[in-house]
Each structure stands twice: as C-alpha cells, then as structure tokens.
C-alpha cells in the first residue's frame, strides 16, 4: 500500500491519501485528543502529541500539526500509523458509531432559517453541495451549512481549512462571489 500526501492552504495541515475510501459517506473533524476518543486512527495520531486537528473525509486524511512542529519529523510518525491502520483494516470508529458521520445538535451554533427563505435555502445548499465542497475537498476540508439569515449565509470550514491562514479570502473572495453571483438575495458569507 501506498499513502500520496498533498500539501494544502494551511501550511500546518497536510492531506493524505490511502488510495481507498476512508468515510463511506460524510465528514468527520476531531479537534481534541477527546473527540478522538470515537475513532482508534484518530486517537493514535493525536497520541503522537504533536498532532491538534485530523479529519476524515471520502478519500482522505487531513492532519493539522502543532505550532512549531517539523512536518518532515512527523510525517513518516503519521503516514506509519495510517499505514498500520488500512492495512490492518481495523474499523474507524469504536462502539456503534459506524458511519462516524456526526452532526452537531442543532442548536450548536446553526441560525434558524426562516420559512419564508425555504427556495434561496436550498439554491444556497446546492451551490454549497455542487460547487464549493468539491473544491474545499480537494485543499483536505469540508465546508458546511450553517444557516441564511438576513441576507447572512453562515458556514463552518473544517479540517484543513479551519484556521487556515487564506480561509477568510476563501469565503469572502470566493465563496460569498459565488453565492452572490447565483442568489441575489446573498449579501454576505461569515463564518458561523
């Protein structure tokens, strides 16, 4: 077996490839040694100690390094433990959390949309769906819905680019452009 690594935008996050699906349907973004707790893979790479972020996504792992943290020390630590883990096949997640895919409780920050906004709503989650999550996937992220209000979309970037340094111009310049161009009632992208 062989793992591709890709750089992405966020010079602290690198993008790995093992060739073979990783999440059979959906995302999974753990930003602390607990939330990796669900997933064995994730858990030994945050037990390395110098690993803050891993996410899953279809076809890959995006780990984000510490500050101050040498990628050519770490990444043979990390493409290692992928290396143990899909050739060993051992599962993703503990327990019955199969899919691994999670979805924060409503009330975690998603605005409210309102009813009378149900045909922009859903001209803006298929943009989302069919332009933007393509292209946040191939940087090693994902990029979720979080409500339209006002004008207002709210979105939450993960993995590699949560806390990117270019995330900012990736949804003012670029995503909010977008949005606007196709649905006029967009005024503004902010991260939820």
């Not at 792992?61 to 433990?81: N, Y």
């Not at 409780?105 to 949309?113: F, P």
């Not at 939450?156 to 009632?185: D, R």
């Amino acid at each position: 077996m062989f793992i591709e690594t890709e750089t992405t935008p966020n010079p602290a996050t690198l993008k790995f490839l093992p060739g073979q699906a990783v999440m059979p349907a959906g995302t999974r973004d753990f930003a602390s040694p607990e939330e990796a707790e669900a997933s064995p893979l994730a858990a030994t790479l945050f037990d390395t100690g110098e690993v803050t972020g891993v996410f899953f996504g279809g076809d890959f792992v995006s780990v984000t390094a510490a500050p101050g943290v040498d990628w050519s020390a770490l990444k043979p630590q990390v493409v290692a433990i992928l290396l143990d883990h899909f050739v060993s096949q051992a599962p993703l997640f503990t327990g019955g959390d199969a899919s691994g895919f999670a979805v924060p409780a409503e009330d975690e920050g998603d605005v409210e949309d309102d009813p009378a906004d149900a045909d922009v709503v859903a001209q803006i989650k298929d943009l989302i769906e069919t332009r933007v999550r393509p292209a946040v996937a191939g940087d090693g992220g994902d990029i979720r819905y979080r409500g339209f209000r006002d004008g207002v979309v709210y979105l939450i970037m993960q993995g590699a680019c949560a806390g990117c340094p270019s995330s900012t111009a990736t949804l003012k310049h670029g995503i909010e452009s977008l949005l606007k161009h196709y649905v006029p009632e967009v005024s503004e992208v902010r991260a939820a």
